[in-house]
């Protein structure tokens, strides 16, 4: 840990009734020091103000450097919410990976949109996945002290050399070492293979199961995703996504090797995206075998996870609403194929019309076929021929905490231009029987 310096650490907000808003600390001052000592990220904020008594040094709005001495709980937090979790700044991504998303982006968007992380903090506090090649020996050394578990993990293939070309290096890049490391110290971790047909699928794809495999249960999970392709890939390595056969073969093949896991072990260990499957046409896995759903957020079993979440509030839906209600769903492609069960189950209700608006993305281009990728521009071309209707709005269409989609339209512009009333949701089936039986005359 570093001393002072200077220039604090901004304090974005104060909890109302916490410990520092009792002392007087403000939204806008700067943290200096706790107990003499600068933190670098919220976990040494957090480690060194786990104790009783605790030393702060302030800069406040004035300009003045205030000491405060606080008398809490071992286990209270101060009440002090930062902008950013690395206040030493995020560490950047200086990998090149043919597959990089950030890579295929046109040149007029939002600059918070080509920021590439390989942060560890960033992994073990939020889920982010780390190539690992940018981890620096003292890293490497505080992960295992502190046990920041779990951890996840950008693999692709563990075949070095062919890492290092998906990695954009000019060399090869092995993990296993580090893997193996960190699973003899303890740490759990959720690995990511990025699938590209031609590069990693095949022999490549087995040898990589196989190795992680051993890894278990410190490898608590592989998760498999297919390639992200959008029309701005100028002047990047040729790659292509995978096909509907491919999907197929790809689903057949580790339903073997998930059947072995489980027998094995009890958990499928290998989990596959969600659109595999309906490109595919199969049907998903049953639910209780996404062992708990430890990749939902890399869009594994988010489909599964909505209809047994719809299932159990199914009962709640009311039988009719008060007056006649059309409602449109807007979604992506993807999205319009597993809301069509449900949707099919809502047009049962009296005086309720539900249709669905399946999107394609026009902003990205055709082989982009998830909701949260959908722009403000693709709803406004979904809705052009749709006046004056209620469209609920899935929240994934917009920046997480912004009112903003990724082209940087904002709610009310889309909203103004289609002229249509949006009733934003959470991507939940908790969300939408909330507002069908909200239109019943149901509270939740």
Not at 335 to 350: S, T
Request: with cysteine.
């Amino acid at each position: 840990m570093k001393s002072c310096k200077k220039s604090g650490i901004f304090m974005e907000n104060i909890v109302p009734g916490s410990p520092a808003a009792q002392c007087g600390i403000c939204r806008g001052d700067r943290l200096l020091s706790i107990n003499g000592i600068r933190p670098r990220d919220i976990i040494d904020y957090r480690f060194l103000c786990a104790r009783e008594n605790v030393n702060l040094k302030v800069r406040q709005l004035n300009g003045q450097v205030v000491t405060y001495d606080i008398s809490k709980g071992y286990d209270t937090d101060l009440g002090i919410v930062f902008s950013t979790d690395c206040f030493d700044g995020v560490k950047n991504c200086r990998n090149k990976c043919v597959f990089c998303f950030v890579d295929q982006l046109p040149c007029h968007l939002r600059s918070t949109l080509y920021e590439k992380d390989d942060d560890y903090r960033l992994s073990f506090l939020h889920g982010n996945y780390i190539t690992l090649t940018n981890l620096q020996e003292n890293e490497m050394a505080r992960i295992i002290n502190l046990k920041l578990s779990p951890l996840y993990i950008s693999v692709h293939t563990t075949d070095p050399e062919m890492r290092g070309r998906m990695l954009g290096l000019k060399r090869p890049a092995p993990v296993l070492a580090q893997i193996s490391q960190f699973a003899k110290e303890g740490i759990t971790m959720h690995i990511q293979i990025v699938l590209c047909p031609d590069w990693n699928d095949g022999d490549f794809l087995e040898r990589t199961i196989s190795d992680l495999a051993s890894f278990w249960p410190q490898v608590a999970s592989v998760g498999i995703v297919p390639v992200g392709l959008t029309k701005f890939r100028q002047h990047l390595p040729y790659l292509r996504s995978i096909t509907p056969q491919e999907s197929k073969k790809l689903i057949y093949k580790l339903s073997n090797y998930q059947k072995l896991f489980r027998r094995r072990n009890g958990v499928s260990f290998i989990y596959l995206a969600d659109e595999f499957y309906l490109k595919a046409g199969f049907p998903f896995p049953p639910y209780e075998e996404y062992d708990g759903f430890p990749q939902l957020e890399n869009g594994i079993g988010q489909a599964r996870l909505f209809y047994e979440e719809f299932r159990k509030l199914r009962p709640l839906l009311p039988r009719k609403v008060h007056r006649w209600q059309r409602l449109f769903l807007a979604t992506s492609k993807d999205g319009g194929r597993v809301l069509f069960p449900v949707v099919k189950r809502l047009r049962m209700i009296k005086n309720l019309d539900v249709k669905i608006i399946s999107i394609p993305s026009t902003f990205f281009g055709p082989w982009i076929t998830v909701t949260g990728l959908l722009t403000g521009q693709d709803l406004l071309w979904g809705l052009r021929d749709v006046q004056g209707e209620d469209v609920l709005v899935p929240r994934v269409f917009l920046r997480l905490g912004t009112s903003l989609f990724l082209d940087g339209l904002s709610i009310a512009e889309v909203e103004r231009k289609s002229g249509c009333v949006f009733h934003l949701l959470d991507p939940t089936a908790a969300a939408l029987v909330e507002h069908i039986c909200m239109l019943g005359g149901i509270r939740l």
